[in-house]
């Protein structure tokens, strides 16, 4: 069976700040991880995946996500975190043609 | 592009009522998938489809159908509506999902169809 658990709610940060949000899973086989956003009222956006390779992945928006295959975790971060990054993220696996989602982490960053 | 497009956006049924959400996408993607999103739930998969003519069941697959008669189109209908129905619907697609596909490409979302069920 595979599962991903975003282990926080809501996570807050002020802006300049580094922003971490974390997510971990649970797959049988190789790993295929993703991390959405979400603003309001809208449909999720991709932010940035990892199929395979380099451990640190590099996605839009200046986010970053670092796999880490014995934690079984896969962390998203940004190094100064702006009020626009304000959303709800969603940590994703895919396994056998479908796609699974964490219960989704709110990032407040403030002024 | 248009993307992936939804209707209606906002919907409100009466307890017992049948609607049809619909879905379609102008990327010539094989694999479409219909969520629902509750807060807190995060997304759950209803259905989802491969290909034209072929769907199967998600995590959450009662009290709603699915067909894929083409590429482009995708409609989730709710039979017999019930107040536990009432929520976000998102539709999804993605060109395919091997190893390739998945490198290359991205899971595309809709804009949300919201379901109230009184």
């Known amino acids: 069976a595979q599962s991903v658990a975003q282990p926080e709610d809501q996570v807050n940060v002020a802006e300049g700040n580094p922003l971490t949000v974390k997510c971990t899973y649970s797959v049988s086989g190789n790993p295929y991880l993703f991390w959405y956003v979400q603003y309001p009222n809208r449909g999720l956006q991709f932010l940035l995946k990892?199929?395979?390779?380099?451990?640190l992945v590099k996605g839009s928006y200046g986010f970053e996500a670092e796999f880490n295959k014995s934690q079984t975790s896969f962390h998203l971060k940004k190094p100064s975190a702006l009020v626009s990054d304000s959303a709800l993220y969603f940590c994703?696996?895919?396994?056998?043609?479908?796609?699974?989602f964490g219960s989704g982490t709110k990032l407040n960053v403030k002024p | 592009n248009a993307g992936v497009t939804q209707t209606p956006k906002f919907r409100i049924l009466k307890i017992g009522q049948s609607m049809t959400l619909q879905c379609t996408q102008d990327m010539n993607h094989n694999y479409m998938y219909w969520y629902r999103q509750d807060p807190g739930m995060g997304l759950k998969l209803i259905y989802y489809s491969v290909g034209a003519g072929i769907t199967d069941k998600g995590e959450v697959p009662n009290g709603y159908n699915v067909s894929r008669s083409t590429t482009e189109d995708f409609p989730l209908r709710l039979e017999l509506a019930a107040p536990s129905q009432t929520s976000v619907y998102f539709c999804a697609s993605i060109e395919g999902t091997g190893k390739f596909s998945l490198n290359t490409g991205e899971l595309f979302f809709g804009e949300g169809s919201r379901l109230t069920v009184l």
């Open positions: 994703a696996i895919y396994n056998f043609n479908k796609f699974y």
């Open positions: 990892y199929i395979t390779g380099d451990n």
